[in-house]
C-alpha cells in the first residue's frame, strides 16, 4: 500500500533551520506532485509548499516564500522541504501529500495521499 513517511522535525530557535524529509513508497512517484501542508495547534491545516509531477512547477504560500524550498529525489522517492530562517509562526505538525499527476494544487482535496505528520516547534 501507499506510505508517505514524514521525518525531520523537531525544536529549534527562532532563525534556525530544519529540513524535512517524506519519503514514499507503494507509488509511481514521478507521476505525482508532492506538497507539504501545515497545522498549527487550534488552526485548520494550511498549504505550505508543492512541486508539481514534473518538477518544474513549484508553488509556496506566501508567508514561507524566500525562507522554505520543496525538492524532491525521484531515485529516493523522498520529497524534501529545506526550512530556513524559521519563525515562532512556524511552528506546526507538517504533512506531506501526494497528488496523481497533479500540476501544483494548495486544494487539500486534490491530495490522495497522506502522511502522518511531523512535529516542527519553534522556540522565541
Known amino acids: 500500500q501507499v506510505q508517505l513517511v514524514e521525518s525531520g522535525g523537531g525544536l529549534v530557535q527562532a532563525g534556525g533551520s530544519l529540513r524535512l524529509s517524506c519519503a514514499a513508497s507503494?507509488?509511481?512517484?514521478?507521476?505525482?506532485?508532492m506538497g507539504w501542508f501545515r497545522q498549527a495547534p487550534g488552526k485548520e491545516r494550511e498549504f505550505v509548499a508543492v512541486i508539481s509531477w514534473y518538477g518544474s512547477s513549484i508553488y509556496y504560500t506566501t508567508s514561507v516564500k524566500g525562507r522554505f524550498t520543496i525538492s524532491r529525489d525521484i531515485a529516493k522517492n523522498t520529497v524534501y522541504l529545506q526550512m530556513n530562517s524559521l519563525k515562532p509562526e512556524d511552528t506546526a505538525v507538517y504533512y506531506c501529500?501526494?497528488?496523481?499527476?497533479?500540476?501544483?494544487?494548495?486544494?487539500?482535496?486534490?491530495?490522495?495521499?497522506w502522511g502522518q505528520g511531523t512535529q516542527v516547534t519553534v522556540s522565541s
Open positions: 507503494g507509488l509511481t512517484f514521478s507521476n505525482y506532485a
Open positions: 501529500a501526494a497528488d496523481y499527476r497533479g500540476t501544483g494544487t494548495s486544494v487539500e482535496n486534490e491530495y490522495d495521499y
